[in-house]
Nanobody
Framework: QVQLVESGGGLVQAGGSLRLSCAAS????????MGWFRQAPGKEHEFVAS????????YYADSVKGRFTISRDNAKNTMYLQMNSLKPEDTAVYYC?????????????????????WGKGTLVTVSS
């Protein structure tokens, strides 16, 4: 049973930083891409960033490029999203996602369509 558990969300002022974590369990993720999506109130899931678990290659949405950094710790089976220079428009529920047999770039291109597993989400609120 694959489990993805997010943590690290909260309330932060514009310009501030947060680091999200996603603890993954239930299988080996060596042939997976993993990523972060977000959903703001009244909007659809939006791709944020992804990482190829084995190679560590990354892919970002244009809206977060240069501000967010995705990474993973193989030993801890944990993925991170470091978010800097946060803006009010970054306010959303952030979801951890896993997709087998693909790469970071493909995960980003396909969006939520190809995701096999989802976490339950963690809320990030950025005040102006």
């Amino acid at each position: 049973q694959v489990q993805l558990v997010e943590s690290g969300g909260g309330l932060v002022q514009a310009g501030g930083s947060l680091r999200l974590s996603c603890a993954a369990s239930g299988r080996r993720f060596s042939n997976y891409a993993m990523g972060w999506f977000r959903q703001a109130p009244g909007k659809e899931h939006e791709f944020v960033a992804s990482i190829t678990w084995s190679a560590g290659s990354t892919y970002y949405a244009d809206s977060v490029k240069g501000r967010f950094t995705i990474s993973r710790d193989n030993a801890k089976n944990t993925m991170y999203l470091q978010m800097n220079s946060l803006k009010p428009e970054d306010t959303a529920v952030y979801y951890c996602a896993a997709e087998r047999g693909t790469t970071a770039q493909t995960m980003g291109a396909q969006g939520s369509y190809g995701v096999d597993y989802w976490g339950k989400g963690t809320l990030v609120t950025v005040s102006s």
